[in-house]
C-alpha cells in the first residue's frame, strides 16, 4: 500500500507535465457543452416545401397558405409543375413537394373529397416520415375547417348522423421533458461522451507510452505487485473523471438550468463506476498494443462502438437482437440510462441501483483482466 | 524521381511489416461498417406500455387489445394504481401509459365524449412524441371501427412518397455517415502519429536533411497512406452495397473521386496536426477529439444541418465530414451527377490546399 | 571461497524458430565484478533479462539471490537492482523525483529516502540538478544517475545492461569508479558490455557468441588461453566463428 502512493504521486505529475492534458481536462468539457447541444435535434423545423399547385383555386390558395405559416415548414418556391420542383430537390433547395391536382377544388365541392400528392427527400428516414406527417395534419386540420364552413351544404340525413359523431378526447402529456426539449435529453449523454474519451484514451495511451520509452522494463525489475501498478495508473483517471463531472454538472446547471432531480451525488456516484470500467478498458488496450498507434486505432476503434451502440444518439430499443446483446455489456449504456434517470426522470440512486450493479460487475471483469493481461516477464 | 520511388518504397515495407497495425486499419471499418450499419437507426420499436383502467368495459380492452397487437409496443399489461405507473416511468420500465377515465364507455355513450390521457415519458423527445402519435393512430382508429360512422365529408387524402429512400432505411442515411467518421479517424491518427513518432525519436530530422524537397518527402510519407485508406474505402462500399443494400445509384467513379478529395484531404488534416504537437500523445489525443466529435456532431451524420441554429451551421462548415457525407448522400443514393455534386467537391479541394500550405509554412519555421 | 549468488544451468530462451539463448550455464561469486561480454546480438540482454525475472527462461534452470529464477521471480526483485541499455528513467521527472519514486517502489520511508536523496547528490555533485528534468541530462549524467538509482536500495546484486554505451572515455572512467565502490560495498557486479579495455576491470569475465558462453574466466587467464595481448584480441578470435550478424 505505501507503494502505492508513490505511484500515484508519479502518474499525477508525469500527467501535470504535458502541456495538453490539463487544459484538456478543463476546456474540452466546457467547449463540448458549451456548443454541441444546440446542434443536436431531431425537431424537425425549417423544412422547405416547394407547393406545385396546377388548381389555382381558392381552396388551393388556402391550403398553400396554412403550410407556408406552418412552424414546420418555409415556403421554397411555388414552380410551375413537378418537374422543376424535383430539379429543385436535386439541387438541394428543397426537402419536400406538394402538388394539387387541378381537380382540387371541384372534386372537394361536388364530390365531397380530394387529395394532394405529398413527395419528400427521405434519404434522412425520420425527417421524410415526420414532414410527410406534418403535412398529413396540415391537410387535415384543413379539411375539418372545410367541414365546418360547409356542412350546410350536406343533405340533411348525413349532417344529423354527422353531429352525433360521438368523441374520445385523446390527450397526450409528456412526462418528464413537457417542453419536448432535446438538449435536456442530449446532455446527460455528452457527460458520458466526455467521461468516455478522457478516461478511455489516456489509459489506453499510457502503458504502451511506458513500453515505447522504455522505462516500462525499469519498472518490472522492481518487486512491485501488478495489483499496485495498475491501480495507480487507474486511480489518476478517477480524479480526471470527477474533475469533469463537477465541471459538467455545474455548466449544465448554469447555462441550460439543468440539476439532477436523483442529487449530484447519486451522479458523482454512477460516474466512479462507470470510469473505472472504461479506464479498465484503456489498460486492457495498453497492455496488448506493441506501439502507440496501435492502442490509439483501438481505443478509437471501442469508443466509437461504445458511443454508437450505447444509446446516445440512437435508442437501444430499435436495434437488432444482436446490437441489445451487446449493450448489454456496454458500460456507455449503463449510464446514460442512470444519468437520463436521474436528470429528467427525478429516479433516486435506488432506482439505478440496476444500472450501477452492471456497471460494477463490468468493472471488476474488465479491471480483473487489466491486472492479469499486465505482464511483468515476457 | 528515382531517390521519390526509393523512398515511397521503404515507407510501404515499413507499414506492411507491421502486420498488427496493418490488421487493425484494415479491420476495423468492417467491423464498424456492419455493426453501425445494422445496428444504428431512429426507428421507435419496442415501446414499453402499460395501460391503466380503473374500469374495464368493452371499449377499454378493446383498445388495450389493439395496442397489445400492434408490432411497435411491447404490452406490459394493466397497472393497478397511478402510483405503481409512475414509479415504474421513473424508473425507466415503461415508456407510454395508457390511462382511461373512470366509466369511459358510460362516459362516451351517455355524455358522447370521454378522456384517454397518454402519458409519455419523454425524457427522450423523438421518442416520446412518437409513441403518442403510435397509440394515438390505434386509439382514433378504433374509434372509428367503433363508431360505425357515415363517411365524413370534406376529407383529403394524401399520396405519399419517399424519394431516394422509399423503404426509409435508416442505412441510406447513416452509411455516407460512418464512411466519413471511419475515414476521417483513421487517416488523421495515422498520419499524425506516426510522423510525431519520428519526430520524438528525432529520424524525422535525418530524413528532412535528406536531398529530397520537404514537400517531396512529406507527399512520399503520405503515398502509402493514402492507397491504404483508399482500400478501406473500397472494403466499405462493398460492404455497404453487397451487405447492407446500400444502393450505388450515381457514378462509381465520380463516387471514387470524391473519396479521394476526402482522403487527401483528411490525410493533410494529419500532416497539420503532427506540425502542432510534438508528443505522440498528444497526436492521439488531438486527432481523437477533433476527428470525433465534430463529424458526429456536426457533420449532418446524424442530426441535420438544417435543424441547427445559424451559427452552428456556420461552425459545420468547416468539418470537411460534412461535406464529404453531403457528396457522398447525392451521388451514392441520390444518383446525381457532378454538376450537382461539385460545389462539395470544391470546398474539400479548398480545404486540403489550405490545410497544406498550414502544414508547409509550419514546418518550415521550424527548420529556420 | 565466497557464495555464489548467481547460479545458472542449461538456461535457454527461444523466440519461435530462434534461439536467442542456448543452455547457458554458469556463477557468479558474491562481490564479483562480473563481466559479460559479446557481440551485438549475441544474447546477452536476453540472459540479463532472464536472471532479473522479465523474461521467462524457456528451457535450464537457475537460482540469483538464492531464490529460484522460474518460480521466485518476484522475490529475486527485491535483491536486485537493474539498469537497461535504453535509457529508462522517466524523462518528464526530475532528478530527485526519480530518485523518490524506485526508493519509495522498494519500500524505503519518506523519511530515509529524503536523507539518502541529499547524500546522493552531494556525492554525484548533482546538487543544482535536483530540480532539473532527467530529459534535460546530458547522456553520461543521465547514465551516472541511473545507476545510482539502480542501487540506491542497497541491492545484492546489480544488473548493468551497456551502462556505458555513448559516452566519452573520461566520463567511462568515472561511472567505473562508481562500479568499483559498489563492489566495495559487497555488491556483486554483472556487466554487459562491448568496451573490451572494460573487461580488464572486471574479476572474471564470460564472452558469448551466438547465443553460447565460449569462454568463462580472469582476463589474465583469457589472454593467456588464447594467448593474446590484449581481451580485444581474445574477443576477436572467439567472435571469427559468429554466423549471426549484427541485427
Known sequence: MKTLKFLIEKEFKQMFRNPLIPRLIVLFPTMVLLVFPWAVSFEIKNIRVDVVDHSKSVYSKRLTDKIAASQYFILHDTPPDYNAAMLNMENDETDMIVEIPASFDVDLVKRRESGVGVAVNSVNGTQGLLGSNYVMQIVNDFSSELRGELTQTLPPQTRVSFMRLKKMNIVPQYKYNPALDYKKFMIPGFMVLLLTILCGILPALNIVMEKENGTINQINVTPISKMNFILAKLIPYWAVGLVVMIISITLSFLIYGLWPGGGVVAVLISSIVFILSVSGLGIIISNYSETMQQASFLVMFFILILVLLGGMFTPVSSMPAWAQAIAAINPFNYLTTAFRMLYLNGSSLADVSGNLLALGAIAVVLNGWAVFSYKKRG | MKQFIAFVKKEFRHIIRDNRTLLIILGMPVVEILLFGFAVNMEVQNIRVAVYDPTPDAFTTGIAERIRQNSYFNYRGSVQTMDEMEESMRKGELDLAVVFQQNFQEELVHSGEADVQLLSNSSDPNRGSIAATYATAIIAGFQREQTDLIQIPFQIQTENRMIYNPLMKSSYMFVPGIMGLVLMIICTIMTSVSIVREKERGTMEVLLASPLKQGTMIFAKTIPYMVISFIDFVIILLLSYFVLDVPVNGSLLLLFFVAILYITLTLSYGLTVSTLVDKQVNAVIFSAITAMIPVLMLSGMIFPVDNMPGALQALSAIVPARWFIEAV???????????????????????TLFLLGVTIMKTKKRLE | ????????????????????????????????????????????????????????????????????????????????????????????????????????????????IAEKTNELLKQLDFEQERNTLVKYLPLGWKQKLAFSVAIFHEPRIVFLDEPTGGVDPAMRRQFWEMIYDAADRGITVFVTTHYMDEAEYCNRVSIMVDGRIDALDTPAELRRRFSADSMDEVFRQLARKAKRGDQ
Open chain 3, 1 to 112: 571461497m565466497s557464495k555464489k549468488v548467481i547460479e545458472v544451468f542449461n538456461l535457454t530462451k527461444k523466440f519461435g524458430n530462434f534461439t536467442a539463448v542456448d543452455r547457458i550455464s554458469f556463477d557468479v561469486k558474491e562481490g564479483e565484478i562480473f563481466g559479460f561480454l559479446g557481440a551485438n546480438g549475441a544474447g546477452k540482454t536476453t540472459a540479463m533479462q532472464m536472471l532479473c525475472g522479465i523474461s521467462m527462461p524457456t528451457a535450464g534452470e537457475g537460482t540469483v539471490a538464492g531464490y529460484d529464477i522460474i518460480k521466485e521471480n518476484e522475490r529475486i526483485k527485491r535483491n536486485i537492482g537493474y539498469m537497461s541499455q535504453k535509457f529508462s528513467l522517466y524523462e518528464d521527472l526530475k532528478v530527485w523525483e526519480n530518485i523518490r519514486l524506485f526508493g519509495g517502489i522498494y519500500g524505503l520511508s519518506d523519511k530515509t
Open chain 2, 329 to 351: 448522400r447525392k451521388v451514392m443514393i441520390q444518383g446525381l451527377g457532378v454538376t450537382i455534386a461539385w460545389k462539395e467537391m470544391l470546398v474539400l479541394t479548398g480545404m
